[in-house]
């Protein structure tokens, strides 16, 4: 089955979805939408950069916050403006924290990313007056291309006009980070990925291309955080813990990593196989555990590495 | 004045007692195993709850109250044999791997003892409630402080005492620290890795099991202190640099002391003053004070 | 003269890797740099390649100084090279490999959202490198999957993708059979003369190869420039031939007519 087909047969399922699915399994959707377009950010990181972030919870809090604060402080509600707002937001906190972990490789980046994700934690946590501490901050429902549909109850308006929404998000965010994978660009990173020695011999800056990826994936994730926040109707500082970031990192593994679509297959299976647990024992940390445990011994490659032939994470074209 | 100034600071260094032996642990497995535990953490919870029921057991068997050091400790140690079902079950297959994936793997692990813990234990709070102050108050440079405070000090810093030992007299010792120093080396040389690895990694989780078990009478076992411990350990080892056992004892003191400051004066900075630093020493000198080259 | 280093010298703490030397390479030469381990070639290579500043003296390329500026900025120049050790791309394919040298050369890197693939002139100039290299048949095959002498081949071919003005080749035939080497040679010579090169350096042992090709021989003892002079002159010289080629080795007849340029 060729690959365009596989895809062209999820998106329409996508579509049909809220025709067919529960309310109550539609709304599991919507996380999963927003992880889809954070784990495509992270996996540029991760599967074209080869930097693995322990801090990329901080983009999700900075995006998902920023929804909550322009709805409580300056009453925007407009899903566009929260977006646009999260997505330079999330460049800018990329821009500044990148320029300063970039330098550093595996385990040292691993730390001062995990670093500065606490950093923002303990900030989130502890200036409660601004931030709602541990309780967090509401996130109001946002208006979708400028339409108020307050009036609706919210499970119509999540399962309906906001499942779409989501959607389409997910289907442009998806669309542009592919483009950026084939992209000269793209090449780039990997040359770093592979060699970074070769890659500077070829005039290939491994600092200023690895900054580029993690500004790219800081939006994002931001972008995905926006999205997060008003099917929960509530953002709080547990966003942004280290633990939530090395779920993401479990999620791009589990779906596995050395595919385009892999790390959103591992958001789907993560929030369908979480709600599944849970619902017959609250213990699921100690079953995701095994699963991730089972993963990184045995197959590393995650689901599309057992589903799919091994391949090189770009599909070029080949004879 | 003084008074309360040798209150923080005593605060503190009890504190920073507890870390180093969370934060010596996982130096011990970084420097041999190059793997950095971010289980450990979860390690010292471990020892924290079995700690808490041994006394309780104890208790109710009959032991005298006095008494209920002995179990504590003993329990705390006896429970570090956890790290070696976990070294011969799950890290040895990982040891040839990309370090991202040791690192996931000791993630799994954070996971699975965080469930398992709430399983064996519930969600309520647990303590050895009274006995902490069984062994009376004491008067330091005009502070009051529960003797226990002192007796942990005290064994703690006898343990740092103990380690350093072993690590330069023994032979034990020589072949570890051969072994974190040049791993193929001491293969060529005949040391048998695998023995070596399950014996470090042990005494690794022993000594953040003992952490936990220790601290118990001062706080409550809750759920939450594993994977909050890490990111203090990961400080001390930061600060102190990656693998050194110097580092370890240097670093919790320094984090301990700066902690309890940081509350008595602005509560909400506490952490976020450690991590600031921690972001200055990875930018600034990434090994830290005592650590090796960097990565 | 396009190359031109002047009192180099590099201190490693107390140890003196070089100690003075001096080198110019002008258009149309073929200069080869021998020497036994330890007389500083590496260090020499990683000085006139901006890996590394020197303790004293001069790099000037095109009359410009560029002492420790970095790889980055070399091959931004005109100043590209191959190395010792073979260096690939495990996951890209031979394609991809010189595609890379030709985004970069044409600064194309920060494109983030056009197609590499519709991008007719990276894919044109990558596979012309490819083709000039032998190696278009293996267009789509994983770098890892390689032979050992290809290996070698597409790590000079990549250096060559940037269209450099002059070339620097460490050791290009070490680890290939005796008769792959002059098959490397020949393509490396063939394709420098089709693109236009300004000249190449290399650092070689095999003495063949060093008398078949060089204009110019600079023999390095020590950190110091022992002598430096045509293949005719080192032939004749009785220190070169004793400290760095060794006695008992029969030197190859006078050098061939194929030149660069």
Known sequence: ?319 | MTANLVNVLMSGVFHAAILFLVSAGLQLVFGVQKIFNLACGSFYALGAYVGVSAVSAFVSAGGAPVLFILPLAVAGLAVGAVGLVVERGLLRFVYDRDETFQLLLTFALVLMMEDAIRLTWGTAPQSTSGYYLLYGQARVLGAVMPVYNLIVIAASVLIAAGLGLMLTRTAFGRIIRAAADNREMAEALGVDMRGIYARVFTLGTALGTLGGALVIPATAAMSEMGIELIVEAFAVVVIGGLGSMRGALVGALVVGVLRAVAISVYPEIEMLLIYLIVIAVLLLRPRGLFGGAAA | MILEARDLRKLYGDFCALDGVSLTVGTGEFVSIIGPNGAGKSTLINLLTGVLRPTAGTVRFNDRDVAGIGPVALTRLGLARSFQLVQIFPDLTVLETLQAPVVSRLGRGTRFFRSLAADREVQADALEVAELFGLADKRHVPARQLPQGDKKLLDVASAFALRPEIILLDEPTSGVSTAEKSAIMEILVTASRRMGLKAIIQVEHDMDIVFGYSDRIVALHQGKVLADATPATIRADARVVDMVIGRTHHLPSPPQAERTG
């Open chain 1, 1 to 319: 089955m060729s690959g365009r087909l596989i895809l062209g047969l999820a998106l329409a399922g996508l579509l049909v979805l809220p025709f067919v699915l529960s309310p109550y399994r539609l709304i599991l959707m919507l996380p999963f939408m927003a992880y889809g377009v954070i784990l495509l950010g992270l996996n540029l990181l991760f599967a074209y950069a080869g930097l693995v972030s322990f801090g990329h919870a901080l983009f999700v809090g900075v995006g998902a916050y920023t929804g909550a604060f322009l709805g409580a402080h300056a009453g925007i509600r407009s899903i566009e403006v929260v977006v646009l707002v999260a997505a330079i937001l999330g460049a800018v906190v990329a821009a500044l924290v990148g320029l300063l972990c970039v330098r550093y490789v595996k385990i040292y980046f691993g730390m001062l990313t995990l670093a500065f994700g606490m950093v923002f934690y303990t900030f989130v946590l502890k200036f409660y007056r601004i931030t709602g501490g541990d309780e967090g901050m509401p996130v109001p429902r946002p208006l979708l291309l400028g339409l108020d549909l307050d009036a609706m109850p919210k499970t119509d308006y999540l399962i309906g006009p906001y499942y779409y929404y989501c959607l389409g998000v997910l289907v442009v965010a998806a669309a542009v980070m592919w483009r950026i994978v084939h992209s000269p660009f793209g090449l780039c990173l990997r040359t770093i990925r592979d060699n970074p020695t070769k890659a500077e011999a070829l005039g290939v800056s491994v600092t200023r291309y690895r900054w580029y990826a993690f500004v790219i994936s800081g939006v994002f994730g931001a972008v995905g955080g926006a999205l997060l926040g008003p099917p929960i109707g509530n953002v709080d500082p547990t966003l942004v813990y280290w633990t939530h970031s090395g779920s993401l990192v479990f999620m791009a593994l589990l779906g596995g990593f050395a595919h385009f679509f892999g790390p959103v297959l591992g958001a789907f299976v993560f929030i369908f196989l979480q709600d599944a647990v849970m619902s017959v024992v609250p213990y699921w940390r100690l079953v995701f555990g095994a699963i991730l445990a089972a993963i990184v011994i045995f197959a590393p490659g995650g689901l599309m590495g057992l589903f799919a032939r091994r391949r090189a994470p770009v599909e070029v074209a080949r004879p």
